[in-house]
């Protein structure tokens, strides 16, 4: 749970550190889970010759940079947002989170369609993620909502492994302009010439922690300069006035007062909701592209 100083920093500053407030057993059951759905695409691969070395003997926090070089489609079942495991509904359902959520949220509480995993592996462009706010990639029926980002590092983030930065305060400005960068995704990029010039701060995290921050707020990760492998999960959470603003993925209901025979509670019922999801049209909100933008300087 948050302290009273803790909520008051979170709505000031657009982001706070929660220290070690996820169990240990629920990151240690996704890092396996994450293991096990790398083995197996691994020996798919090599079934059909795009991988000829397994690795076995590499854990967590290297074994997919080996296999990578092999096949950049290793990471594809645990990136593409399509890993819906028991495990990893286990992290979204934590109750640890869901109370820190419903001091944000109220009783009623979503969680997002829009959840990912992110490994960042050592000094690969494709991990490098761009100044954004969660808000751009959202539909603006939830612009004037809170929906918080719970960013959960999967092993210590630190700055050499690529943490968060944010810019503190920026969040009670609205949804900045944005493009889409040509870069490797995700690749929306808050506007240079509509940038802040507030100074960004580095949030390094340890397991149990959670980063928090606010749709609004502009953060980005930079590149990986240590040799392991920064794996993070980052999940969103909000009211049910916020509206299907991810309508390309399945949210659940994690929590309720109201409609108690409505949570959903077995991550079997979780998966049949993620995998049987027909998306509800795309969002409304448009960004130009690189070579459509103009840029000042
Ligand atoms: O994990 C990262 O490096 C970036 C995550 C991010 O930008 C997000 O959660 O919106």
């Given at each position: 749970?948050?302290?009273q100083?803790?909520?008051?920093?979170?709505?000031?500053?657009?982001?706070?550190?929660?220290?070690?407030?996820?169990?240990?057993?629920?990151?240690?059951?996704?890092?396996?889970?994450?293991?096990q759905?790398?083995d197996?695409?691994?020996?798919?691969l090599?079934?059909?010759?795009?991988?000829?070395?397994l690795?076995?003997?590499?854990g967590?926090?290297?074994?997919?940079?080996?296999?990578?070089?092999?096949?950049?489609?290793?990471?594809?079942?645990?990136?593409?947002?399509?890993?819906?495991?028991?495990?990893?509904?286990?992290?979204?359902?934590?109750?640890?989170?869901?109370?820190?959520?419903?001091?944000?949220?109220?009783?009623?509480?979503?969680a997002?369609?829009?959840?990912?995993?992110?490994?960042?592996l050592?000094?690969?462009?494709?991990g490098?993620?761009?100044?954004h706010?969660?808000?751009?990639?959202?539909?603006t029926?939830?612009?004037?909502?809170?929906?918080?980002?719970?960013?959960?590092?999967?092993?210590?983030?630190?700055?050499?492994?690529?943490c968060?930065?944010?810019?503190?305060?920026?969040?009670?400005?609205?949804?900045?302009?944005?493009?889409?960068?040509?870069?490797?995704?995700?690749?929306?990029?808050i506007?240079?010439?509509?940038?802040?010039?507030?100074?960004?701060?580095?949030?390094p995290?340890?397991?149990?922690?959670?980063?928090?921050?606010?749709?609004?707020?502009?953060?980005?990760?930079?590149?990986?300069?240590?040799?392991?492998?920064?794996?993070?999960?980052?999940?969103?959470?909000?009211?049910?006035?916020?509206?299907?603003?991810?309508?390309?993925?399945?949210?659940?209901l994690?929590?309720?007062?109201?409609?108690?025979?409505d949570?959903?509670?077995?991550?079997?019922?979780?998966?049949?909701?993620?995998?049987?999801?027909?998306?509800?049209?795309d969002?409304?909100?448009?960004?130009?592209?690189?070579?459509?933008?103009?840029f000042?300087?």
């Open positions: 749970m948050l302290t100083s803790q909520l008051e920093q979170f709505h000031h500053d657009g982001f706070l550190v929660a220290r070690d407030i996820v169990p240990r057993a629920v990151i240690r059951d996704l890092q396996e889970e994450i293991d759905t790398i197996t695409q691994a020996r798919a090599q079934e059909t010759g795009e991988i000829t070395e690795h076995e003997a590499l967590f926090l290297h074994r997919a940079t080996e296999l990578c070089r092999q096949s950049p489609r290793i990471l594809d079942p645990v990136t593409n947002g399509t890993h819906c495991g028991r495990a990893m509904f286990g992290l979204i359902a934590c109750s640890a989170i869901l109370d820190v959520m419903e001091q944000l949220l109220g009783r009623e509480i979503i997002s369609s829009i959840y990912r995993l992110r490994p960042k050592p000094n690969r462009p494709e490098v993620v761009p100044w706010q969660d808000a751009g990639y959202f539909d029926c939830a612009d004037e909502h809170l929906v918080p980002t719970c960013w959960v590092p999967l092993m210590n983030a630190t700055v050499d492994t690529g968060m930065e944010v810019l503190p305060g920026c969040h009670r400005h609205g949804v900045f302009r944005h493009y889409w960068a040509e870069i490797k995704a995700p690749s929306l990029s506007h240079p010439d509509h940038m802040s010039d507030v100074e960004p701060i580095a949030v995290a340890e397991v149990g922690d959670v980063v928090l921050m606010t749709n609004m707020t502009p953060h980005r990760s930079t590149d990986n300069r240590s040799g392991l492998i920064r794996w993070a999960a980052d999940l969103r959470y909000n009211a049910p006035q916020a509206g299907d603003y991810g309508p390309g993925e399945a949210s659940f994690a929590r309720s007062r109201a409609r108690p025979g949570v959903v509670t077995d991550w079997r019922e979780f998966a049949r909701l993620r995998e049987n999801h027909v998306p509800a049209g969002v409304d909100r448009k960004w130009l592209k690189q070579d459509e933008e103009t000042l300087a």
